[in-house]
């Protein structure tokens, strides 16, 4: 089966840091450009960053701009999304995404519409 499994969130202070992990299984990650979305509660879905198979990387989120970055690891079939300076409005369920090889990370946003694989999501809280 293949599947993208998500860890790594949690309960953080403002101002402290998370890394989430997306691990994927039954396929080979590093085919796929993978971007992260996150929803908050009463709020839409919000696409953050992407990271091409080759590793080029887009920020289509300005709130996030130089506090978070992505990462892949292709011998770990893993992606990271390292968050720092964390904020209450950072507050979410971060999801990651195996993104269709039609897709060209930078090119467009990215959206629902994109995605072959979904992770089943992880919480990150920010609150003191």
């Known amino acids: 089966q293949s599947q993208l499994v998500e860890s790594g969130g949690g309960l953080v202070q403002p101002g402290g840091s998370l890394k989430l992990s997306c691990a994927a299984s039954?396929?080979?990650?590093?085919?796929?450009?993978v971007g992260w979305f996150r929803q908050a509660l009463g709020k839409e879905r919000e696409e953050i960053l992407c990271?091409?198979?080759?590793?080029?990387?887009?920020n289509y989120a300005d709130s996030v701009k130089d506090r978070f970055t992505i990462s892949r690891d292709n011998t770990k079939n893993t992606v990271y999304l390292s968050m720092n300076t964390l904020k209450p409005e950072d507050t979410a369920v971060y999801y990651c995404?195996?993104?269709?090889?039609?897709?060209?990370?930078?090119?467009?946003?990215?959206?629902?519409?994109?995605?072959?694989?979904w992770g089943q999501g992880t919480q990150v809280t920010v609150s003191s």
């Open positions: 995404t195996a993104l269709s090889r039609r897709y060209i990370a930078g090119d467009r946003r990215y959206g629902a519409g994109d995605v072959d694989y």
């Open positions: 990271i091409s198979s080759s590793g080029y990387i887009k």
């Open positions: 039954g396929f080979t990650l590093d085919a796929y450009a």
